[in-house]
Nanobody, 123 residues
C-alpha cells in the first residue's frame, strides 16, 4: 500500500518559515517524482516544488523560487518542503504526491497523494 503522510503545517505570521514533511512508503518505482502541491479556496491546484529521484533535480515555479526548497532524504523516505518568507497568499492545504517516472508539471498525472496539511499565513 502506497502511503504519503504530510506534517508540519500550522499557523505562521507573514515573513515566517515552516518546514513540511512528507513520509512516503509502499512503492518501489525504478524512478519517481515527488511534488508538493497546494490548494486554496477559489484557486487552482498549483505545484510549488518537484524533485526527481533519478537525478535529484528540483523544480519550482517562479512564484516560490527562492523561497521554497524541496529536498529528499532517501534514507528516511521523507521529502521536505522548506518555506521561507511566507506570504498570506501562500495559505492553502499542502499535499505531497508521487508518480512513477520523471517530473511532470501537471498534478493530474501524479498517482498517489497524501492527506494534506494546512498552512495558514496571517498578516
Amino acid at each position: 500500500e502506497v502511503q504519503l503522510v504530510e506534517s508540519g503545517g500550522g499557523l505562521v505570521q507573514a515573513g515566517g518559515s515552516l518546514r513540511l514533511s512528507c513520509e512516503y512508503s509502499g512503492f518501489t518505482f525504478d524512478s519517481y517524482a515527488i511534488g508538493w502541491f497546494r490548494q486554496a479556496p477559489g484557486k487552482e491546484r498549483e505545484g510549488v516544488a518537484y524533485i526527481s529521484s533519478s537525478d535529484g533535480r528540483t523544480y519550482s515555479p517562479d512564484s516560490v523560487k527562492g523561497r521554497f526548497t524541496i529536498s529528499n532524504d532517501n534514507a528516511k523516505n521523507t521529502v521536505y518542503l522548506r518555506m521561507n518568507s511566507l506570504k498570506p497568499e501562500d495559505t492553502a492545504v499542502y499535499y505531497c504526491a508521487v508518480r512513477a517516472g520523471g517530473v511532470a508539471w501537471f498534478w493530474g498525472v501524479y498517482d498517489y497523494w497524501g492527506q494534506g496539511t494546512q498552512v495558514t499565513v496571517s498578516s
